[in-house]
């Protein structure tokens, strides 16, 4: 048996890997689903999964309140039976075989409901100059890979963004950001601004980037007059699934409406169907296309009860 724990934990632990970079792969349920495995079956694999570098922050909520949120329990119990009984079905005609792994998948499914349901309430604020670092992240997070990143801002892009968050004039500037907390820990930002500040933000947000990366140049306008443009929005992985995101884009359509504009608009890659899923179940509709960084996106707007 805990040869069979074993295996479907690393099967758990391959598609949570996998899901940091492919959105439609929920990483923090399979990881925890690993951990929850690897806890009956393997006890080294299951000190390495918590101590890992980077694997080990996905399930710090885990650790830390001893507890799971109801999305995490959802997606981990269907994970389970999903494979489970695909594996009664085709990979096993004998019923011993068969009722094995629809025990297994009952076991399974009471040990993670057996954890109390995680409650952690979402706040947002405002964000402030010491959450500068914090908001780099999330606006290369937005941007792309490091490639991206490198062409850019340069080899040591999360500190020339990081300065850029510091000052009050650019368009990453923390004046322009909201904060998302769980628990007391920052979960994620967004940054949006007045579209037709596009070109001061810009002009000042290229001054300091060309102190380190001389040779840039950007082709293209990602908003325009007439919206408040959500420019970077981004929530850490170990936090998604808990509405960070959603209520960040409230917060965002709320900050727009006070300050008079009647739009809200972003814009979205046409390769990340995951985020434009968000966007358009928050009322976004597509409004055209723009080309940005070399990448084909949708704009979306949004009308907001402005003045």
């Known amino acids: ?20 970079f492919l959105p439609v792969l929920p990483t923090t349920p399979l990881l925890l689903l690993a ?36 999305r ?18 085709f990979v096993s005609d004998h019923w011993a075989v068969r009722l094995m792994f629809i025990l297994l998948a009952t076991g399974i499914t ?14 947002i604020r405002s964000a402030c100059k010491d959450d500068a670092e914090t908001i780099a992240q999330i606006v290369a997070m937005a941007i792309g890979d490091a490639e991206t990143m490198e062409n850019y801002c340069g080899k040591n892009y999360m500190d020339v963004l990081t300065e850029i968050a510091m000052a009050e004039d650019t368009q990453y500037s923390y004046r322009n950001a909201l904060i998302a907390e769980v628990g007391n820990r920052i979960a994620g930002a967004l940054v949006g601004y007045d579209g037709s500040m596009l ?6 947000t290229i001054a300091i980037i060309h102190k380190y990366n001389p040779s840039l140049t950007i082709k293209g306008d990602e908003t325009q007059d007439g919206e408040y443009y959500i420019d970077s929005l981004g929530v850490f992985p170990e936090f998604r699934g808990m509405g960070a995101g959603r209520k960040l884009l409230m917060a965002a359509q709320e900050r727009a409406a006070a300050e008079g504009h009647s739009r809200a608009g972003l814009i979205v890659d046409y390769n990340n169907p995951g985020a434009e899923k968000l966007y358009i179940s928050s009322g976004f509709r597509r409004a055209g296309t723009k080309v940005f960084f070399g990448h084909q996106m949708w704009h979306l707007q949004k009308t907001v009860a402005g003045s």
């Open 72 to 89: 995490v329990k959802i997606v981990s119990v269907s994970t389970v039976w999903i494979t489970l009984l695909y594996c009664a079905i």
């Open 1 to 20: 048996m805990k040869v069979i724990l074993t295996i479907l934990g690393i099967i758990s632990l391959g598609l949570g890997v996998l899901g940091i």
């Open 110 to 123: 009471i040990h993670i409901l057996s954890y109390k349901t995680l409650k952690m309430d979402v706040t």
């Open 199 to 204: 070109y001061p933000l810009r002009n000042n």
């Open 35 to 70: 951990a929850a495995l690897f806890l009956k079956s393997n006890r080294n694999l299951y000190d390495w999964l918590l101590n890992h570098r980077v694997l080990g922050r996905y399930i710090s909520n885990f650790i830390k309140y001893k507890a799971i949120p109801l």
